[in-house]
């Protein structure tokens, strides 16, 4: 049997153990790994906004926020290579980054104060911050912060439209828009357009309210304050404070039937001065003339209205000056135009189609020949602004045939004002030409020539003889009047005792038949001298002055 050795044991190295310290590190490395993964992976995009200037943005402070919530922080700020912008680089949330699209906005919310109120005063404490208002298109990290808060959010249902004027005048940014003195929108802006030099107003009407504009509506410029005249006086209309500073805009809609349709987004009106040309802009048929009035226009302007019997029918619509070569003068034809609706027939109804311009044109030519004239009057005495007025003549001479057209109004001289106004400057004129300087030189000489009589002795001695000789008349005249009663009564006397003894005469010479007639014609004699003692008697006692003047002519 086969001694089996015993196979010696062969001792084999021991392996070292991983220590359990080191699993710290890699744990911690681990958690270091996912944190900065997932703070890569949550934080949001780098963007750039470019501001005006840097008033109030501080790197690494100011906030971007929407709706007072945070979303990114400015982290530097620099000045453009041009150093006229201010270059903000801001580090957004993961929450924005959706939302950082082309018609996002961002401005710098500070405190303003303006003429439409006081915004931002809760940044006096917190400091400036970026307000974002998210937008839509594609994605974008470049953007051109606004100057100005916007006047509506993009988030506010309505719908804009565009106003096309000549002037802007009042408004402004943030300026109201009325309907029936309710605000239900707001200026967004105004651009000027170079090509046709008008001036494009953009508003927002806010949604029910944009309902309101269709097809027909007519906008207008609201300064405020609106003053009219009429039979019951003047009449003065406010609207609010915010109007009075900012100005506004009104909008009105004709009836459902009368309004068109529904004006979509964008769609582009007219902005009138006030609501008298807005009504007068609807669709009508106006029939141009002409007119060459004698004399100068002063006063005439583009858009004076033409009356006829005082009502409205038409507007001048410009003025030039024309040289006449032939006839070596110069001329101001005045371009008018007419409403062919504004004279209504009789029996034609009031919503009537108006007559077409060839039609019109005859019924203008009857009221010619009729002895419709114009001429022009005085729309305002303390402005002097003038007006075209039509009238009838009826002695006017009839219009010369030239104008086989029949586009040429026959005119008149100006109105009786107009004639009364030249002939005081005529009289002025003559005034200013007669030599006032040598009148008041002669008249001068005479003051002094009279100042140098009155003040000579002759004329003192006299005054004084003047007096003493009205001293005695007066003497004289009282002494007439104590005299004077005495005298009438011995008069009287005396014609009592001649008329009794020419009586008795009589009786003698009536009872004698043989009485000789030299007596007769004695006792007459007689009796018409006591006829004239008692008239001398009467009359003394009514004028005793006769006794020192004589009688006066009149035989009083």
Do not use: C
Not at 115 to 142: F, H, I, K
Not at 217 to 236: E, N, P, Y
Not at 295 to 318: D, I, M, T
Not at 505 to 525: C, E, R, Y
């Amino acid at each position: 049997m086969t001694e089996r050795h015993p196979v010696p044991e062969v001792e084999l190295p021991r392996r070292r153990r991983l220590s359990p310290i080191w699993a710290l590190p890699i744990v911690a490395a681990l958690i270091a790994g996912w944190l900065g993964w997932r703070w890569l992976a949550e934080r949001g995009p780098q963007i750039v906004i470019t501001f005006q200037t840097g008033d109030g943005l501080e790197a690494g402070r100011t906030r971007i926020k929407h709706k007072n919530v945070d979303l990114g922080t400015i982290e530097r700020v620099r000045l453009s290579d041009d150093l006229s912008k201010v270059i903000a680089t801001a580090r957004m949330d993961r929450a924005a980054a959706d939302h950082l699209k082309e018609t996002t906005r961002f401005w710098a919310v500070r405190p303003r104060l303006g003429l439409g109120g006081v915004s931002g005063l809760s940044t006096v404490v917190s400091g400036t911050y970026v307000e974002m208002e998210p937008g839509g298109g594609g994605d974008r990290r470049e953007f051109e912060a606004l100057e100005e808060p916007p006047v509506v959010r993009s988030d506010v249902p309505g719908r804009g439209f565009s106003l096309k004027t000549q002037q802007l005048g009042s408004l402004s940014q943030g300026s109201p828009v009325y309907f029936h003195g309710v605000q239900v929108g707001e200026v967004m802006g105004y651009t000027l357009s170079p090509q046709d030099r008008a001036v494009s107003v953009s508003i927002f009407v806010r949604a029910p309210y944009d309902e309101l504009v269709r097809e027909k509506t007519r906008f207008w410029r609201s300064s405020g304050i609106q003053v009219s005249a009429g039979a019951d006086g003047f009449k003065l209309q406010t609207e609010s404070l915010r109007t009075l500073a900012l100005g506004g805009v009104v909008l009105d809609t004709p009836p459902d039937d009368q309004a068109g349709g529904r004006a979509g987004e964008g769609a582009g009106f007219t902005l009138y001065e006030d609501p008298v040309a807005a009504a007068d802009d609807r669709e009508r048929l106006r029939i141009r003339y002409r007119l060459e009035f004698p004399g100068s226009v002063q006063g005439l302007q583009a858009g004076a209205p033409v009356l006829l019997r005082g009502l409205a029918v038409g507007r001048v619509v410009g003025l030039r000056l024309e040289y006449d070569v032939a006839r070596g003068e110069i001329r101001v034809p005045v371009e008018i135009e007419l409403d062919s609706d504004r004279v209504q027939p009789v029996n034609a109804p009031p919503n009537g189609p108006p007559p077409e311009e060839a039609a019109a044109r005859r019924v203008v030519a009857a009221l010619v020949e009729k002895g419709l004239r114009a001429r022009l009057a005085s729309g305002n005495l303390l402005t002097g602004q003038k007006l075209v007025a039509l009238d009838f003549e009826p002695n006017a001479p009839r219009p010369a045939a030239g104008d086989p057209t029949g586009s040429e109004l026959p005119t008149l001289a100006s109105s009786d004002f107009e004639s009364i106004s030249r002939s005081a400057g005529a009289v002025m004129d003559s005034i200013a030409g007669l030599p006032l300087a040598g009148l008041v030189e002669d008249l001068r000489r005479t003051i002094q020539s009279v100042g140098g009589v009155a003040g000579s002795p002759d004329l003192a001695r006299s005054l004084a003889g003047l007096a003493r000789a009205l001293g005695s008349a007066d003497t004289l005249m009282r002494t007439a009047n104590t005299q004077v009663p005495a005298l009438v009564a011995s008069l009287r006397g005396v014609a009592t005792a001649a008329q009794g003894t020419l009586a008795a005469a009589n009786g003698v010479i009536g009872g004698t038949s043989s009485g000789t007639p030299d007596l007769a014609g004695v006792m007459k004699q007689l009796n018409d001298a006591a006829r004239s003692f008692r008239v001398l008697a009467d009359y003394l006692e009514r004028h005793p002055e006769a006794l020192i003047r004589g009688k006066t002519g009149d035989g009083r």
